[in-house]
């Protein structure tokens, strides 16, 4: 079974920064794409941002600009580096991973917390 480990949650004031982490208990090559997904309190979990097996990134409006996702798959991590960081960005952050079988892998989640 595949595990998702996320790390780096936290509080921090608005306009602050913070970097999550994902370990992965496999190679991270094995899966199309990893994503980073949060959810708020009395909110639906909502996609973040996703990165490629080929490195293709892409994110929601709402963090375009101030997130980063990037990989390193010698440590078979990712990141999730945010800038920037709002109030509206305050929900615990899930780490994804999706095969081409259609599995699907979830991290155990980490909280932030962004403070006005």
């Known amino acids: 079974q595949v595990q998702l480990v996320d790390t780096g949650g936290g509080r921090v004031q608005a306009g602050g920064s913070l970097r999550l982490s994902c370990a992965a208990s496999?190679?991270?090559?094995?899966?199309?794409?990893m994503a980073w997904y949060r959810q708020a309190p009395g909110k639906q979990r909502e996609w973040v941002a996703l990165i490629t097996s080929g490195r293709d990134t892409n994110y929601v409006d709402s963090v375009r600009g101030r997130f980063t996702i990037h990989r390193d798959d010698a440590k078979n991590m990712i990141y999730l580096q945010m800038n920037s960081l709002k109030p509206d960005d305050t929900a615990v952050y899930y780490c994804?991973?999706?095969?081409?079988?259609?599995?699907?892998?979830w991290g155990q989640g980490t909280q932030v917390t962004v403070s006005s």
């Open positions: 994804y991973a999706h095969r081409s079988s259609g599995h699907e892998f």
């Open positions: 496999e190679i991270i090559s094995s899966f199309n794409f």
